[in-house]
């Protein structure tokens, strides 16, 4: 069973952003949106039965965006693209894009399962091994018992298996689904099998479930707030994320310099 290489592009399905105004940082459109404006776009979609794609970008990814074609490619596919990180909203009004607020991936699946509490909503699982994605199950269960969970599947399968994932996720008539895989695996991922998946919302959430079971702690809310996310996760993994977080930090704080310069260069030429 073959599976094709090539993304096809964000225009492939449904482009709810075009009521949200976008600013380009970094080379990229990112939504200038609530946390209501993100929610009200993925309930939109799944009233209309269409395809929303959903990217979100922080520090670390708009740094490896410039170093890894492949993951450029791949989030750029999505129709709507939210500020993940605190770092990028203020780097936003730095360069006077302002982006309004943070809507971090997992606090806007955290809102999507609220949703789907509330209303009923269909949500598929993907990702994470068999263990973590069991006790996120069984947690989402617990935690939000009108919400149906209508299918899961680990993150390990091969290229090969992807038509058959894709198609398990389709007979599920899922409303929503949520991939807790790496970068930019989840993102081809949803990308290359929208159309045969048919889900309204695909939300690709990173390491959202190993928070769930318990494997990771988030950051309390003030490091939240103060945007120190990275050092929290730094302090519970020196050893594997200390030098990660260094050299990320560092070349995005010269990309927010050189959009700074950039942004200012019209005005200098003009006077």
Request: glycine letters at 6%; one cysteine or more.
């Amino acid at each position: 069973m073959s599976t094709a290489t090539a993304l096809p592009p964000a225009t492939s399905g449904a482009k709810p952003s075009r009521e949200l105004t976008q600013r380009d940082l970094f080379g990229m459109p990112i939504c200038a949106a609530t946390m209501a404006d993100a929610v009200a776009l993925a309930e939109r979609a799944i009233e209309r039965r269409e395809t929303l794609l959903v990217g979100v970008v922080n520090a670390a990814k708009i740094v490896n965006m410039r170093r890894d074609p492949r993951l450029n490619a791949a989030v750029r596919t999505a129709h709507v693209i939210f500020a993940d990180g605190m770092s990028v909203v203020w780097a936003s009004r730095l360069v006077g894009r302002r982006l309004p607020e943070r809507v971090a991936g997992i606090d806007l699946m955290l809102r999507l399962l609220e949703r789907a509490n509330e209303r009923c909503y269909r949500v598929f699982c993907l990702g994470a091994t068999q263990e973590i994605l069991d006790q996120t199950v069984a947690r989402l269960k617990r935690d939000y018992p009108n919400a149906i969970i209508a299918g899961a599947h680990n993150g390990y399968f091969k290229p090969d298996e992807e038509e058959r994932v894709a198609q398990q996720i389709r007979d599920s008539r899922a409303d929503m689904i949520f991939a807790a895989m790496t970068s930019p695996k989840k993102e081809e991922f949803l990308a290359r099998w929208a159309a045969t998946m048919n889900v309204p919302v695909c939300h690709g959430v990173g390491g959202a479930f190993d928070v769930f079971a318990g494997k990771v702690k988030r950051a309390p809310g003030v490091w939240q707030k103060l945007g120190m996310e990275w050092l929290y996760r730094t302090l519970q993994e020196p050893r594997r994320l200390a030098g990660r977080y260094f050299v990320t930090n560092t070349a995005f704080i010269w990309l927010v310099c050189k959009e700074f310069f950039r942004s200012t260069r019209p005005a200098a030429n003009a006077s």
